[in-house]
């Protein structure tokens, strides 16, 4: 029996291809069960290896390679690569909870119509390890040949199987993979996704799958053909051609990063569809610059066992003695010389058994399967396989179709079969196999939360952010990066995803170009008002209203310490500031709705010639557009510009002329006090307003773009300190947007705050330097070239929204932000022109509360 079954093995008609594929038992969290084995399965976390640097990179990879060794050492391991298209009914469905202010609905669902036009593939990497065989008691084999038993997994062999799995998970949770125990859902979408049903696995609400709910996974149909296979849906009709792919030959060596990252590189597979290379046939430009790529999205499925450290000396022995017997058998010969390639595997093995026993190194037995799919017609099929091809041909790896093993190749896929086809394996140090960084590429932002982009690196996926401060960690996000690069548009779209939320939003615009963000709120039904700094917002930033809320008192300092720095010096030096305060205490003892043009009221009208001198000096300053936003008499019958009720409020003050840092205040001008003084409303209002203890569980997010204009004043530099510091006990999403990576620097208490920083494109060294730095990438060229070229596209265009992101866990990957429609791209452009539209449209379309 033992002789027929060599043989048919030999002819490729027998052994482990004919075997019939696996029955499934029962599917766990965590857990696949076969009627003979027993495996464990984890997902793997995605590791931002695009921007590592070296000595990092290296670290990671040393400690897979242990984790190989260490924690995989003589067990069956199957690898599986996958992809899934982002479901944008899905993110629909949770826009419950991402969402409560305005028409959420409508700008949900302009969302997921945007996720559904771009079609991201995700990307999901699966580790199984089989645990072991399976015991049938002597009672249930008889049962099972009499067809009489019922079908289902002992609760006993649940559990044992279930610790096991934790055992191992326990190790594989600290490696380099992160790895995480796959869900039901999961494994089921794994197993049932090879059928193309098209019909969802019934396991909703299951914690153990078995019976029909089992068998319906697997109740597809598959037509083998020599190069490819063609699944039947429940229709009967061809709903997929499938090709399997094997790796026969390997270069001698790989480097990594470069062609040793064979895993990796899947995603970096794109194809010039059929119909879409016929119509280009004509055209003088190549097939990229048209961008009519798409990505292919092969999947690996890689089974493989690591050689315990003994068992690796051993093969690695019986190779060395299989070259000393043919240099013996050469040397018996009239040639004499055994040959160049002979002598090489010779010194290949010795230096070999010196790296196994001197390192923490072994050997893997691996057969590295790549299927292609295309859901179109086997014409596309077939191109899809030809760039797998020309893809891995680049690396120097020979890829092919496994002719008249298709069926054994796609079988060997499934969870919790076997190797069918080992003549198609490859022997390698884990050193190699952990080069293939099947873990690596991108990954960035938060898990749950709104999305705002899509990742550009080695590894497509959608970018999520949380829209709101976080108490469990630094608040304060900075964006930094050249005018016109999208740093402005991307911290708007913030800004109205924390609105969505039921955010307070305060938004200081000391450009004038934020009149769109008003303009977008109102679109969506949020409440908003922009705040222009002119005679027709007069008392708009009064402080004395401003902070009526967080009580009377809270102005009494506040409103002569501003008023002070407009008075003439002249004056103060004869004693306004008592004059100050005395009228403003009078007015908030005594008038029912205090105002600040009361205490200049108050203060013309006194006997004493200072006072009076005082009122009517800032009566005068009053009636200009700085002067009359904080102590100007608004319209009779005005509404607050300004409130604490969630909504977007804008206020633009883009003729502000602040006075240097160190410039002494006697040497300022008139303009320049009213400046500061306009300054110091908004920041005491925004600092007062973040602090109130009434407000601690209301969303606030402060915006504050163009930062540079705040660090030239001491009151600017201690906002932003203020706010940054006590951001996450306040509740405070701070959002700030500069050109000046250098000066950010320079504020420690707000570097040490970051919780996330967005870097666009820079072009100086020091500026470069100094993102490179907070971004936590190492500064040297190369970053310098990755930022440089963040805004370059195609030709001589600019791309816009093209970032890196530093997230909270401190990992970075590049980053496209996405608006979603055009209209909304329209409405939040900061242009020149689109911004003189959005502040005429604002200023007549706000929708106050």
């Known amino acids: 029996m033992r002789v027929l079954e060599k043989i048919s093995t030999l002819l490729g008609v027998g052994g482990d291809r004919s075997a019939p594929p696996p029955r499934y038992a029962g599917i766990a969290d965590g857990l696949v069960l076969t009627e003979g084995d027993a495996w464990a399965w984890w997902t793997c976390e995605t590791s931002n290896s695009d921007l590592m640097s070296e000595a990092e990179r290296d670290a990671e990879q040393a400690r897979a390679e242990t984790a190989l060794t260490s924690v995989l050492a003589g067990m069956d391991v199957h690898l599986r690569v996958l992809w899934s298209p982002y479901s944008a009914d899905d993110y629909r469905a949770e826009a419950p909870d991402l969402y409560r202010a305005g028409r959420w609905e409508e700008w949900a669902e302009h969302r997921a119509d945007r996720l559904d036009q771009i079609a991201l593939p995700i990307r999901h990497v699966l580790l199984g390890v089989r645990l072991g065989a399976r015991k049938t008691p002597p009672g249930r084999r008889v049962t099972d040949a009499a067809g009489v038993s019922a079908s289902g997994v002992p609760a006993r062999e649940l559990a044992t199987w279930h610790t096991a799995a934790r055992r191992l998970g326990r190790r594989l949770e600290s490696s380099p993979w992160r790895c995480s125990m796959a869900t039901v859902e999961m494994l089921a979408w794994m197993i049932t996704r090879e059928q193309h049903r098209g019909v969802p696995a019934p396991v909703a609400g299951r914690s153990l799958v078995t019976g029909a709910a089992l068998a319906a996974l697997t109740a597809g149909r598959a037509l083998p053909h020599p190069d490819h296979l063609r699944m039947v849906d429940a229709a009967g009709e061809v709903a997929a051609w499938v090709a399997v792919l094997t790796m026969p030959a390997w270069p001698e060596r790989m480097a990594t990063p470069g062609p040793g990252e064979w895993l990796r590189t899947l995603a ?287 102005a009494r300092a506040e409103v002569p310490a501003q008023l002070s720095l407009v008075t003439p010096a002249h004056l103060r030096a004869a004693g306004a500031e008592v004059a100050l305060q005395a009228a403003t205490n009078a007015v908030i003892n005594n008038s029912p709705s205090p105002a600040t043009w009361q205490v200049l009221q108050r203060l013309r009208e006194a006997s004493d010639p200072v006072a009076r001198a005082t009122g009517e000096a800032l009566y005068e300053l009053a009636q200009t557009p700085h002067g009359s936003l904080f102590m100007g008499r608004p319209q009779p019958g005005a509404a607050p510009a300004l409130t604490t009720q969630p909504g977007v409020w804008g206020v633009q003050l883009p003729g502000l002329a602040l006075p240097g840092a160190g410039e002494e205040r006697e040497r300022w001008t008139s303009v320049q006090a009213l400046s500061v003084a306009v300054m110091h409303s908004l920041l005491a209002y925004g600092v007062t307003t973040a602090g109130r203890p009434d407000l601690r569980t209301l969303p606030k997010t402060i915006m504050v773009p163009e930062v540079h204009v705040l660090t030239g004043t001491a009151q600017g530099r201690h906002f932003l300190d203020y706010i940054a510091r006590v951001g996450r006990a306040l509740g405070v999403r701070f959002v700030l947007d500069t050109q000046d990576a250098t000066g950010l620097l320079m504020l420690p208490g707000v570097i040490e705050q970051l919780a996330m920083v967005v870097g666009f494109q820079l072009t100086s060294t020091p500026q470069q330097d100094a993102l490179s730095e907070l971004l936590g990438l190492p500064v040297g060229p190369d970053t310098r070239e990755r930022i440089r070229s963040l805004a370059l596209g195609d030709g001589d265009g600019i791309r816009h929204g093209h970032s890196i992101i530093r997230d909270p866990r401190f990992g970075a990957a590049a980053v496209q932000w996405d608006v979603p429609t055009a209209e909304l791209l329209d409405l939040l452009d900061t242009s020149p022109r689109a911004a003189g539209e959005a502040d005429a449209e604002a200023a007549q379309d706000g929708v106050p509360v």
């Not at 190699?432 to 590429?441: K, L």
């Not at 970018?463 to 401060?469: I, K």
């Not at 709120?521 to 949020?526: F, K, P, T």
């Not at 002119?534 to 708009?540: F, I, L």
């Open 268 to 554: 970096e597979v794109a194809y010039l569809p059929p119909d879409e290379e016929d119509q280009d046939q004509d055209q003088d430009h190549d097939s990229e610059a048209s961008g009519l790529l798409v990505p292919v999205s092969p999947e690996a499925s890689v089974r493989l066992r690591v050689l315990p450290k003994r068992a690796a000396i051993a093969r690695t022995d019986e190779t060395a003695k299989l070259v000393r017997e043919q240099k013996r058998s050469a040397s018996t010969h009239t040639i004499g010389d055994p040959g160049q390639v002979i002598t090489d595997a010779g010194e290949a093995m010795a230096e070999l058994r010196a790296d196994l026993e001197r390192e923490e190194l072994s050997l893997v037995e691996d057969h590295p399967r790549v299927v292609v799919t295309s859901t179109i017609s086997l014409e596309d099929l077939r191109a899809r396989v030809d760039a797998v091809t020309a893809h891995y041909g680049d690396l120097g790896i020979t890829v092919q179709v496994g002719t008249d093993e298709q069926r054994s190749l796609w079988l060997e896929t499934w969870a919790g079969d076997r190797v069918r086809v080992p003549d198609l394996g490859h022997v390698r140090d884990t050193a190699a196999m952990a080069g293939a960084w099947w873990w690596g590429g991108a990954r960035v932002g938060a898990d749950a939360g709104p999305v705002v982009g899509y990742l550009t690196g080695s590894t497509p996926g959608v970018v999520r952010l949380s829209p709101v401060a976080d108490g469990r960690d630094a608040t304060t996000v900075a964006l930094i990066g050249r005018s016109g690069r999208g740093k402005t548009t991307a911290a708007m779209m913030m800004a109205l995803e924390a609105a969505f939320y039921g955010s307070w939003v305060l938004a200081l615009d000391f450009k004038g170009d934020l009149g769109g963000l008003t303009v977008a709120a109102d679109r969506y039904g949020l409440p908003s008002r922009l705040v222009q700094m002119n005679r027709a917002h007069a008392g708009a930033a009064d402080l004395i209203p401003l902070l009526a809320e967080a009580g009377r008192d809270a």
